[in-house]
C-alpha cells in the first residue's frame, strides 16, 4: 500500500495478534512498565504527543502495540521525512500505518478521525548529545498546537523514560564536528544538505553492553498523562500566543511525567532485566 493510499483509503492495520508477535522479543528484553493508562478512551480521536528517547525506535512500538492491546486504538505515527529515503524501512512504516509529518498529512488523518501521535522534538530530539537525556528540544515548534487546535483534538501527553540508559554516547554531534573527519565533510557541502540541517541531526556514536551497540536491558516506563483540552483555544489556530501557550502546557506536562517516571524507576528494585535475573540468584 502506497503512502498516498493510506490517506485516501481507509487504512486497515495489522492484527494485534500480528504485532505482539512481531514485539515479544523488544517487550521481553526492556519489560515495559505503563502507567496512566485509564487517561485514554475510545470516545473521539486524541493528539498523542510524546517526548523522544534516543534512535526513537525502541520504546514507540512498545506503547504503541500496549495502547493498541489495551484499548483498541491504533495510533497513526508522523514520520521524520528521512525515514522514507530508506528502502525497505519505509515500507515497513507505510505497513504500520505511519506517514511523512507533514501539516497536510497530518490534516488529512484528522479529517478521517485518526488517533495520531507525534514528537515536536523530530529528528533532533532523536539525535541526543551528551547530557541530554530525557530533555525536550521542541524550539518553538507549535505545528501540532496549531492542528490540535483546528480540528479541536484533545491532546495526550506520554513521557518515556529507560532507553536513553540503555546507551551510552561515546561521540555526539559536536565531537564528530570537530574531528578532522567531521571537517573534511563540512568542507566537501554536505552538511549543507536540507536533511542534515546543516548538521544538527548527526546521530550519536553510542555503545549499550560492554563496547557493543547492543542497548543495556533497561526497563521501559511510559506514562500516558490526562487529556490537554483545546477546546478552550477554539479559533485561536493563527494565534502564535495561544500555539504557544499550548505548546508550553503540554511541555510542562511531560516534563512532570518525566519526573514521576525517574522516581517510579529509582523504587523499583526491579528495574532491569539484568536486575530481576540477579535477584533471582
Not at 68 to 97: C, E, S, T, V
Not at 130 to 138: A, N, R, V
Request: charged share 20%; glycine share 8%; aromatic share 10%.
Amino acid at each position: 500500500m502506497t503512502r498516498q493510499n493510506q490517506l485516501t483509503n481507509k487504512f486497515i492495520p495489522p492484527s494485534i495478534q500480528t504485532l505482539l508477535m512481531a514485539s515479544a522479543p523488544i517487550r521481553f528484553y526492556f519489560s515495559p512498565v505503563f502507567m496512566g493508562m485509564e487517561n485514554i478512551t475510545n470516545e473521539r480521536p486524541h493528539l498523542f504527543v510524546a517526548n523522544h528517547t534516543i534512535f526513537g525506535v525502541f520504546d514507540v512500538p512498545l506503547y504503541a502495540i500496549e495502547v493498541y492491546r489495551q484499548k483498541g486504538i491504533f495510533m497513526r505515527g508522523l514520520a521524520d521525512h528521512f525515514h522514507y529515503l530508506i528502502p525497505l524501512w519505509r515500507d515497513f512504516l507505510n505497513w504500520i500505518g505511519s506517514v511523512e509529518g507533514t501539516p497536510d498529512n497530518c490534516s488529512q488523518l484528522m479529517e478521517s478521525g485518526e488517533n495520531i501521535l507525534v514528537f515536536p522534538g523530530g529528528g533532533r530530539e532523536v539525535c541526543k548529545r551528551k547530557g541530554e537525556s530525557y530533555q525536550l528540544i521542541w524550539k518553538q515548534r507549535t505545528g501540532f498546537a496549531k492542528l490540535a487546535i483546528k480540528y479541536q483534538y484533545d491532546i495526550i501527553p506520554i513521557a518515556a523514560i529507560g532507553i536513553d540508559d540503555a546507551f551510552s554516547i561515546v561521540w555526539d554531534r559536536d565531537d564528530i564536528m570537530n574531528s578532522i573527519a567531521g571537517n573534511i565533510l563540512n568542507l566537501s557541502g554536505i552538511f549543507k544538505h536540507p536533511l542534515l540541517k546543516k548538521g544538527e541531526e548527526i546521530p550519536a556514536v553510542s555503545r549499550g553492553i560492554g563496547i557493543t551497540p547492543i542497548p543495556r536491558p533497561e526497563r521501559v516506563y511510559v506514562s500516558f498523562g490526562k487529556p490537554i483540552e483545546t477546546k478552550s483555544y477554539d479559533g485561536c489556530c493563527h494565534d502564535k500566543e495561544a500555539l504557544l501557550s499550548l505548546k508550553k502546557i503540554v511541555e510542562k506536562a511531560i516534563i512532570e511525567q518525566l519526573g514521576q517516571l525517574l522516581l517510579a524507576r529509582y523504587k523499583d528494585r526491579n528495574s532491569s532485566l539484568l536486575r530481576r535475573f540477579l535477584n533471582r540468584l
